[in-house]
């Protein structure tokens, strides 16, 4: 297994609102990237410019800039960020293997791991920001391999697949019919079902039912909840078709996955 080391100490991370930073001004100062950036925007804003490109700033967008690129935006703008030092790692390698920018569903996600290092920062915890720091990482390796994989998708095509998948993470305890899913993203449920299809290689509902057995699992392993709840809690219409589910994904049920996972504290 390949190993690496870094210092997360040394990578800042936190939160920007241009309207706190440079109230009544129109457009940020320009400056020179000395650092890999990473941003997360949580919602629609401004303009950004890397160089002479504008980028038109949208919800659920990530950006990356370089070491050495020129950089300003139209305000307003407001992000959660990360930078890393420049030096030869596979963190670094990862940064410059990047896009310039791409859409994420995860946005959310990306953005509570900025706020868990940020409050290691405030308890001088380097452990909690570390831990912090490579989730975000893990979840950018992940989403780079998927980009590699969508191929021809048009960037309207993988918006509307994002919002989809973000739609049914944020209503996963509720039935999320095909028809629901297509409404939210304002298509036909034939041609949502085909882009989906398209970029993802699997169905939205295959895919529904995989987030759904990744959230189950969780809460099998990390709380004492009643299996019968957790079966609500991540849309299944009963613990007995839970149960047929989950076995058939993992060849376990969920109590025998829940034990198998607890024993190993016996080891």
Known sequence: MDTFSFDAMQCICGYFNSD???PGMSQSPKRIVDEYEIEIYPEDCGVTYLGEQPIPIH??????AMPGTERYSELPIKNYYLKVPEQNSPITDLLKSMPTWF???SVDFYASCINQM???????????KSAGMLQLLSYLQKEKEQIQSIGTASPKEITVVNDAIRYMKENLSKKCTLEEIAGFVHLSP??????????KKTTPQKYLTEIRIEKASELLITTDMEIASIADQCGFSSQAYFTDVFRTHTNMTPRMYRIKMMKKYIR
Request: glycine share 6%.
């Open 20 to 22: 706190i930073v440079f």
């Open 59 to 64: 919800r659920g967008m990530i950006l990356f």
């Open 103 to 105: 859409d994420s569903a």
């Open 118 to 128: 940020l409050s290691a920062i405030i308890k001088g915890d380097m452990w909690l």
């Open 190 to 199: 034939f041609y949502f079902h085909s882009i989906f299809r398209k970029i």
